[in-house]
Each structure stands twice: as C-alpha cells, then as structure tokens.
C-alpha cells in the first residue's frame, strides 16, 4: 500500500509564497508519476502540476504556469510544489497524487491520494 502525507498549507498574503511537500510511504517511490490537484469549495477538484518518476518532465495547468514549480527528491520520497506570486483564486485544499504515468491536465489515473492540505490567499 502506498500513502502520501501533504504538509506546508497555511495562510499567506496575495503575492506571497508557500511550499508544500508530499512525503510517500509504502513500494517504490521513483517509479511512479507524482502531482498536485487542488479543489476549491464548491468547485470541482482540478489537475495544477505533475512531475515524471525521473523528474524529467513537468507539466502545468495553464492557471499556474511561472508561478508554481514542481519538484521530486526520490531519495527522501517527497515531492515539492513551490507557490510564488500566490493569488485569492489559489486558496483551496491541495492534494498530492501518484500514478503509474505522467499525469496531465487532460489524462491523469491516479492511483493514490494524499488527505490534502489547506491553502488561503488573502487579498
């Protein structure tokens, strides 16, 4: 089995950063495809950034592009999403997810899921 435990949620100003990190537990960390998803209330969760097992590719949604970057340390199992120039449309809870592929906006079969953590931007 495989868990993902998400940190570094928090309360920030608009144009603020924050970085969250994903620690996985359980098989081999490297070869899967890790992400970030986010859901806002009322709204449906949406895809914000993938990164292959190598750490090769990345791939944004169009939302975040030189905003947010997504990073992987297989030798720690974490991955990091790092939250620059941070706006009140960011705040959401932010999950992190696994999959056996590179995840993108379009396709992404996640495998596993983190519980999420909590994003506000205040304006």
């Known amino acids: 089995q495989v868990q993902l435990v998400e ?3 928090g309360l920030v100003q608009a144009g603020g950063s924050l970085r969250l ?3 996985r537990s359980g098989r081999t960390f490297s070869r899967y495809g890790m992400g970030w998803f986010r ?4 709204k ?3 895809f914000v950034a993938a990164i292959s097992w190598s750490g090769g590719s990345t791939v944004y949604a169009d939302s975040v592009k030189g905003r947010f970057s997504i990073s992987r340390d297989n030798a720690k199992n974490t991955v990091y ?3 620059n120039g941070l ?3 960011d705040t959401a809870v932010y999950y992190c997810a ?3 592929t590179l995840m993108t906006p379009q396709k992404y079969d996640v495998a596993y899921w983190g519980q999420g ?3 506000t931007v205040s304006s």
Request: hydrophobic letters at 30%; a negative charge.
């Open 81 to 83: 999403l790092q939250m």
């Open 44 to 46: 449906e969760r949406e």
């Open 117 to 119: 953590t909590q994003v």
């Open 39 to 42: 859901q806002a209330p009322g």
């Open 7 to 9: 940190s570094g949620g």
């Open 98 to 100: 696994a999959a056996a």
């Open 87 to 89: 706006k009140p449309e």
């Open 21 to 23: 990190s994903c620690v």
